[in-house]
């Protein structure tokens, strides 16, 4: 009694941590998959925080964005079906192994703000991150050690197309992100939001204190200098850096400022207060920009031109990259300086597009989706394009949860419905074979009767097991369970 009793104790703990892992590793999974280019940006923070971001040719950042993803992904729902369960604990157990540590030495020295483990879906500190990892660490190392406890809810014989389209459908989803906008948006520039708002400190509130350090250059010489004493337009930008000094209430958007390129005037006011439409173009590193759309982006600026909208090029680019896009591409449109860290976080292109309306975010559109000629043929005022575009998260989840779940049912259905059945045939073939050749030993007779009743017997046995199977519905193989 104390040994079923511990049994199923053990079952119960073993399938509640099955599913605190699946719940885990599918959440974080997804988060980066809608946000490849988010992930890579964490990832390149690491390799800088650890000096190793000379180590990787340029494209591993992303690649290892959209494989990590890839990877949460599949083991949380291969241990959510209780499917290849040796593989899926493993890397379970592999990869809280390698996290915990990481994450402890992320809290004790902070090289980065946050680890980035649920995107900008779910931020934590890192002593939070922590105190998840080393739950997360107990319950992976609980479903290793008893895996023979999972519950299946799939059998093995259908098992390997939950794997299958698992993978595809999460390696569909991060390249469709990428290729135009994360299908959800987490940060504090989606589209409705207000940017002023977003911006403004409560009553009696401590707000933080920060200093912008632009980097500029004159005649071989590199300075540094702040907003009180920008120089004259004879020294060149090179870079910009903004710090924490005092820590204290930070709103949701708390470094958005605008530097023209040109003057070193700080616009931001002017251009968040513009009752008109403007135009944001965010390249954040305009030398690493595509242009391969660049047309399309110089007609959409002769459009603001001819209908009186603002439009500006958000860079955090030193001024000679900008001079060499402007020989490039042809560009007329004014440029202003932003942190850099500010425009990845804005739109996840590079460039993209952004139409604003008196502070408040109307729309975005990655490089490959821009409006054309055929959408702009009248003022914003009387187009679509000029209306604030609407969205829902809810909506976005439950059509993304139906493109991934009903494929999954019908798998589930044939599983139910043709496999299992065999499977319980089978089982009943082999149990009236059982029963059969326990009535042999009963019958009597000599040696040699004994021997050909035994073979008349089976005999009979083996044509009434092919008289079966040979009926439709009945597997190949009656003896066989998956």
């Known amino acids: 009694m104390k040994t079923k009793n511990l049994h199923i104790i053990q079952k119960t ?156 459908f999460v390696f569909a989803l991060s390249f469709y992100c990428l290729a135009h906008l994360p299908i959800l948006d987490f940060r504090p520039y989606r589209i409705g939001n207000n940017i002023p708002a977003g911006m403004e400190i409560p009553d009696g509130a401590k707000p933080n204190v920060y200093e912008t350090t632009f980097v500029l250059e004159k005649n071989g010489e590199k300075k540094e200098f702040t907003l009180d004493n920008y120089p004259d337009s004879t020294w060149t930008f090179v870079d910009t850096r903004t710090v924490l000094k005092e820590k204290g209430y930070e709103p949701s958007i708390h470094d958005f400022s605008l530097l023209e390129q040109s003057t070193g005037e700080d616009i931001t006011d002017k251009v968040l207060t513009d009752i008109g439409y403007t135009f944001l173009l965010v390249a954040h590193r ?68 952004v139409l604003i309306k008196n502070g408040t975010i109307l729309n975005k559109w990655n490089d490959a989706d821009l409006p054309d000629e055929y959408a702009l043929t009248d003022k914003l005022e009387k187009l679509e394009v000029g209306k604030q575009k609407e969205i829902s998260d809810v909506h976005t989840i439950g059509y993304v949860f139906l493109w991934f779940a009903i494929p999954l049912l019908l798998v589930l259905g044939l599983d139910i419905l043709v496999v299992k059945r065999r499977e319980k045939k089978g089982e009943a073939l082999r149990k009236r074979n059982a029963e059969l050749l326990k009535v042999l030993p009963a019958r009597g007779g000599s040696a040699g009767d004994d021997g050909a009743n035994h073979a008349e017997e089976n005999n009979l046995i083996n044509q009434d097991l092919v008289d079966k199977t040979d009926k439709p519905g009945h597997s190949d193989k009656p003896g066989h369970s998956g």
């Open 286 to 353: 305009i030398e690493e920009a595509d242009d391969s759309n660049i047309d399309l982006i110089n007609e959409i600026y002769d459009y603001s031109v001819e209908n009186g909208y603002g439009f500006y090029c958000l860079t955090s680019s030193p001024e000679e990259e900008i001079e060499l896009w402007r020989d490039k591409t042809g560009a007329e449109y004014p440029f202003c300086l932003v942190d850099d860290i500010t425009l990845k976080t804005i739109i996840r292109s590079n460039p993209g597009l």
């Open 13 to 168: 703990w073993t399938n509640a941590c099955r599913f605190l892992l699946a719940a885990a590793f599918i959440f974080s999974g997804f988060v980066k998959a809608v946000d490849p280019l988010g992930s890579q940006y964490k990832i390149q923070d690491y390799l800088e925080a650890f000096g190793m971001i000379s180590w990787f040719p340029s494209f591993f950042p992303l690649l290892a964005a959209v494989i990590l993803s890839a990877v949460e992904f599949s083991v949380g729902v291969c241990m959510f079906f209780g499917i290849r369960k040796t593989t899926t604990t493993i890397l379970a157990l592999l990869i809280m192994l390698f996290m915990t540590p990481l994450t402890l030495y992320l809290a004790l020295k902070n090289p980065v703000s946050d680890c980035g483990c649920f995107g900008d879906a779910w931020v934590l500190t890192n002593w939070e991150t922590f105190g998840k990892n080393i739950v997360l660490l107990i319950a992976a190392y609980s479903t290793f050690r008893w895996k023979k406890q999972i519950i299946r809810f799939i059998s093995a014989k259908t098992e390997w197309l939950v794997s299958l389209y698992t993978i595809l």
